[in-house]
């Protein structure tokens, strides 16, 4: 039997093509569930034999509130919201990612955090950023800075819940995966040079990445305050 076997998750913003895949993964392991889409209704639906669905816009504190209550045995956080924040002006595009990208993925770690210290829980909290984060690439600023600032307040929150709280929190950072944002760019041959360079053997899978999250929420991991690059070596 799965060590995840009956434990309660919750995937915030779970039901893009990451999140889909790490659904599968934990559900077939035996997790128990609680997926969040913030607009795409259709898309979380295709997912409700997984585990609960519950629609949740992470900016919103009542909104991060009612997704926690909706998984009262909580041992499992992840939150893979993001946003490219495009299409509007610099200073409404950088609010909005600060937001989104920033602040609510962290007011939710910290209240799920206070959550599972009050029952005594030890969890496991698994934070996304991106490889833009770690590496310089020109133009991402209004993305790359405010995942970057959620890396450091992960560790952090990392280093507040050590000890006998026994919270892990950690960071996934994808590369070029084949899946959710970095699709559209795919296709338009954006990230062609680093097969052409010899930089990857090839562009990351949702299954990359849904290993990387599965390990963060071993009961049993002695990993945290971590940022882990799921990227090929594109960082390197």
């Known amino acids: 039997m799965s060590a995840l076997a009956g434990l309660e998750i919750v995937l ?50 009542e909104d991060r509130r009612a997704l926690l209550d909706a998984a009262p045995g909580l041992y499992g956080l992840v939150v893979f919201a993001g946003d490219p924040a495009r299409g509007a002006g610099v200073e409404a595009a950088m609010e909005r990612s600060w937001r989104v990208n920033y602040e609510g993925p962290v ?62 929190v950690n960071v996934v950072s994808p590369g070029v995966t084949a899946a959710g944002m970095a699709e559209a760019s795919i296709a338009a041959g954006k990230y062609e040079r680093f097969l052409a360079e010899g930089i990857v053997a090839r562009y990351g899978q949702a299954a990359d990445v849904a290993r990387a999250v599965r390990f963060f929420l071993e009961p049993d991991n002695y990993v945290t305050g971590q940022a882990l690059a799921v990227d090929g070596g594109i960082t390197l």
């Open 12 to 61: 915030a913003g779970g039901s893009g093509g990451l999140g889909s895949a790490v659904a599968r993964l934990l559900a077939g392991e035996g997790a128990r569930l609680t997926i969040s889409y913030c607009s795409r209704a259709g898309r979380a639906a295709q997912l409700q034999d997984l585990g609960r669905i519950v629609q949740a816009d992470l900016t919103r504190g």
């Open 107 to 168: 007011l939710l770690a910290r209240e799920a955090a206070e959550r599972m210290k009050a029952a005594g829980t030890p969890g496991a909290i698994v934070l996304f950023s991106t490889m833009q984060a770690a590496a310089l690439f020109p133009g991402s600023t209004v993305y790359a800075g405010p995942k970057a600032a959620l890396v450091h307040a992960a560790r952090i929150l990392a280093k507040e819940c050590r000890g006998p709280a026994n919270i892990r």
